[in-house]
């Protein structure tokens, strides 16, 4: 079974950094798209940056475009986000989720655990 596990969340105060790990395993990591969703209490599920097999295309949310960077190491089967100038709405629990195919644009197949994010 496909297995992602999330590591780095914590608490920060606002305009602080945190960096997001994600362990791959389990499955070709290299052949696969990947994505960070994050989820704040009472608020839908928002996919906040996606990244391609070979990290040369990338998407982000609006609200975190020029604060986060979504990276990978294929050789590592690592996938990271490194956020930056933190506000207190970036507060959620972030899932590191794996896609259906090789695109950025696709579907979800599988989820991690998650990793708690708290700004304040």
């Known amino acids: 079974d496909v297995q992602l596990v999330e590591s780095g969340g914590g608490l920060v105060q606002p305009g602080g950094s945190l960096r997001l790990s994600c362990a791959a395993t389990e499955f070709a990591f290299s052949a696969f798209a990947m994505s960070w969703v994050r989820q704040a209490p009472g608020k839908a599920l928002e996919r906040v940056s996606t990244?391609?097999?070979?990290?040369?295309?990338?998407y982000y949310t609006d609200s975190v475009k020029g604060r986060f960077t979504i990276s990978r190491d294929n050789a590592k089967n690592t996938l990271y986000l490194q956020l930056n100038s933190l506000k207190t709405e970036d507060t959620a629990m972030y899932y590191c989720?794996?896609?259906?195919?090789?695109?950025?644009?696709?579907?979800?197949?599988?989820w991690g655990q998650g990793t708690q994010v708290t700004v304040s």
């Open positions: 990244i391609n097999i070979g990290g040369g295309s990338t």
């Open positions: 989720t794996k896609l259906l195919g090789m695109v950025i644009t696709g579907p979800i197949s599988d």
